[in-house]
């Protein structure tokens, strides 16, 4: 069979490989766009609840973590959230911030995956499902991609196969064995914004206190996160949990504050001049959930009247409060974790084309690479950002 040319070869019909080829179409670049799976965008289909997280009006660097932190500017300078916004408006689709600049789909995620393949059309791009990759090599004359439904044969080839995250959506480490090949470094992964687990005492301890939720910071390494938390069968989850477990490796200190915005020594003492009778668990129900200040008293603070408390103990409960010490076993892992920390090394990578600095005609965009954002539609902009830059030079 004779192989399909074209002037560009995308592999991953997700965020990234669709932005950057209803770019490179919309240039008259001939594009073909193949994926593994049997449907394009599950990742976005599934996200935000179904309502997909799209981006974030405050997106800067600085929510991105990578070994090199510069890489990611370029992209992101020239494709703002506000780029994004035009196309999601211009195709009609009705949106809202639900906190912190985190814009979602009023109706349903279907909406982005129906405006990217319709610009898609629109450029003249073609989109394959079911189409696994076996063979790549690149020759004078481009890349030679041998898939299920054939030979194809690109000038330029883009690998956009994201991360290792949710194999069942399609994930695979296809890319970074792709960008081994050709000689690239590949930084070590792991699962990022994803649940903790708890093994041993804590993990006896907070089991029966599922379905507990909060508002926490967490902080570990510096960095902190304030936003709720929820206790789970296997251990602890919510907004503030997933962000920090991309800053949080095994054995690292891990604290939570459990009253965040507030002086617990100087409400202790007030409880104690004001309510000395009251039972220590009794007030604090009425500032936590019930069944987690219960939980408290009976493992780590003073379970007797307020007025019994003496002064070490008092500031001793109070920095428990503020600081309680988790001891996280381990995370969940690929099978639930929204991204993958890590991937294809961005310093032989060009910031500006993505394109590869030791193959030329060879791109990476998106999750693949190693950048990744913080929760919050930080990770799709990250994928329009570098789907876009590259999508303008291929
Ligand atoms: C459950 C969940 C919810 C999320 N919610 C949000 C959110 O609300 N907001 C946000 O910003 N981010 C969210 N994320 C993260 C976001 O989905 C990813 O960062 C983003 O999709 C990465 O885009 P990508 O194009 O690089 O990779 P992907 O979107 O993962 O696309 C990669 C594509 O490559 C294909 N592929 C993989 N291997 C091969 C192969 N060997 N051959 C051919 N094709 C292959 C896959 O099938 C897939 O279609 C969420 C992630 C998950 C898992």
Redesign the pocket.
Known sequence: MKPIACDVLV?????????CALTAGQRGRMVQV????N??????L????G??????TGTTPANFLSANPHFCKSALARYTPWHFIEMVERHGIAYHEKELG?L?CDIS?KQIVRMLMDECQAAGVQVRTD???TKVERGSDGFHVT?AQGQFHAASLVV????L??PS???????YELARQFGHEVLPTRAG?VPLTLSGKHQERFNDRSGVALPITARCNDVAFSNSMLITHRGISGPAILQISSFWQPGDDLRLDLLPGQDAEGWLRAMKRDRGAAELRTVLSEVLPRRLALRLCEHWLPDRPVKQIDEPQLREAAALLQGFPLVASGTEGYR????TLGGVDTRKVSSSTFESQLVPGLHF?????DV??W?????????WA??HAAGQVV
């Open positions: 592999i991953g019909a997700g965020a990234a490989g669709l932005m193949i994926d593994h799976a449907k394009v965008g599950k990742k976005i599934m996200s935000g609840g309502r997909c997280n799209f981006t974030n985190q979602f995620s189409c696994g990759v898939t956009a196969t994201g991360g995250s949710i959506l399609g994930a695979s480490g296809f890319g914004l639930t974790a929204e991204v965009v998106g999750e693949v690479l990744t954002g929760l919050g539609g930080y990770n799709f902009q990250w994928a570098s789907g």
